[in-house]
């Protein structure tokens, strides 16, 4: 069954619009709660929006209907969630956030009772079950239990020796987010100097110029204050973006090689295997592959990564949108556990950053996003196909074109990786300019 509200992080959208809206959020979870089995605790909790505590409260309402037992551990990052959730023995998490998108937006997304993910499958079937209408909601709501932010500070906080970053300054952008209070105690408590950014939030300022997606401030206050590194999250702390001493930003794809280089030469990367998505540079491949490892992709999605995870074994996994995933760690991905690990690395060899990072030599690589009015099958889109072969075609084996809606918002995203420059830019121009044939761009 083709799943119609659920993308691939959840069900997301406009606060008030036709889908995030509180009427729904309560038949939402009345289904969700029906799926799990109408019994037990579902533990929630969210980010910082405005709009957040009334989703909550809705949520809670449909699940009741269910027969379940919600409990509100506030606001807190997606992976103190999962971890709890796990951690406790509950039937259920849900997280109401819209994670890297405006304040505007806002969202809800589960997890089993084993800290992950649902599947496209499960989220099938909670579709299945939505009731015609909502429940009449009553009451104040599930009962708050705020406990679990000072469990996850706790065990984040034993990842690295105690006092392991005496000395350390460290530039930290929340986003005005789930980790405003989490990241800065943490590191702080590990001894580290930190200076914040984005760590005011008023319920509409998340992602507001600051966190993963706008890493411009993070880098001109590393470079202003000789900070040994920055790290941003997205608004719901489940990813990683750093910049090194220099203020030069690493994606995801640096950060896993790094990661990964340093564990197979250890021979701790279990399976000798690293999972990306199908979106992470071909550079990763090379790099993993020289020291006798192994890069296995999967769809974009990270909850996809941690499929294919349990499937082969690994434990190291992750995005280039800095979703990094330790799943001996946690269930999910977390950005503060992906940021002590690599200080963890820093500290291990006494490099810095900078240096690190040229583990990973990138093929030449060319990215655009396209605002669309609509999303239409890629199949029925005559200009655009046309154009992807034609790229392929004359890429050949040197390199590949990468063309998907997303899953969360109305974007056609377009990606092509060659031998140069010049190439690639050529074929991204091919593919948008067919593209805004087929569709109507905004």
């Given at each position: ?156 906080g034993t990842l690295l020796v105690p006092n392991a970053l005496a000395g350390w300054r460290i530039v930290l952008d929340t986003a005005n987010g789930a980790t405003s209070v989490t990241s800065p105690f943490v590191l702080r408590s590990l001894g580290a100097e930190v200076i914040g950014i984005g760590d005011a939030p008023n319920g509409h300022n998340i992602n507001a110029d600051v966190g993963s997606e706008h890493p411009e401030k993070l880098s001109g206050k590393v470079r202003a204050t000789g900070a040994r590194l920055g790290l941003a999250h997205d608004g719901d702390g489940d990813r990683c973006i750093l910049c090194d001493e220099k203020g030069v930003v690493l994606d995801g794809d640096e950060v896993l090689t790094l990661l990964a280089l340093h564990a ?179």
């Open positions: 069954m083709k799943r119609v509200y659920f993308g691939t992080d959840g069900v997301r959208g406009p606060y008030g619009g036709p889908v995030i809206n509180e009427d729904f959020a309560a038949r939402l979870g009345e289904a969700a709660g029906k799926w799990a089995g109408g019994k037990g605790r579902v533990l929630i909790g969210r980010d910082t929006r405005a709009s957040g505590q009334s989703l909550v409260n809705a949520v809670a309402a449909g699940l009741v209907a269910a027969g379940l037992e919600p409990v509100s551990l506030g606001v807190l990052p997606t992976p103190a969630v999962a971890r709890a959730v796990r951690m406790e023995g509950a039937v259920l998490g849900v997280v109401v956030t819209a994670s890297h998108n405006p304040a505007v937006d806002n969202g809800i997304k589960f997890f089993a009772g084993t800290g992950i993910k649902l599947t496209d499958a499960d989220e099938a079937q909670i579709e299945r079950l939505l009731p015609a209408e909502a429940v009449a909601r009553k009451g104040d709501g599930p009962v708050n239990r705020p406990e679990a932010i000072a469990d996850y500070m706790a065990a984040a197979l030469k250890a021979g701790r990367l279990a399976t000798n295997t690293l999972v990306v998505t199908l979106q992470s540079n071909l550079g990763v491949d090379t790099a993993v592959g020289a020291v006798g490892g192994r890069v296995v992709r999967t769809a974009v999605g990270d909850r996809y990564v941690i499929e294919r995870m349990l499937v082969t074994g690994a434990r190291l996994g992750g995005e280039s949108s800095g979703h990094i995933i330790f799943s001996d760690i946690s269930p999910t991905g977390d950005g503060l556990v992906a940021a002590l690990k690599v200080i963890e690395v820093m500290l291990a060899t006494g490099r810095p950053l900078s240096e690190l990072r040229t583990a990973l030599r990138k093929f030449p690589q060319a990215t655009r996003n396209v605002k669309v009015r609509a999303r239409r099958e890629l199949a029925a889109c005559i200009a655009l196909t046309t154009a992807i072969k034609s790229v392929e075609q004359k890429l050949g084996a040197q390199g590949r074109v990468l063309v998907r809606f997303s899953g969360t918002e109305a974007k056609l995203r377009l990606l092509v990786e060659g031998p140069t420059e010049s190439v690639v830019e050529a074929g991204i121009d091919m593919l948008e300019t067919a593209a805004r044939a087929d569709l109507e761009v905004i």
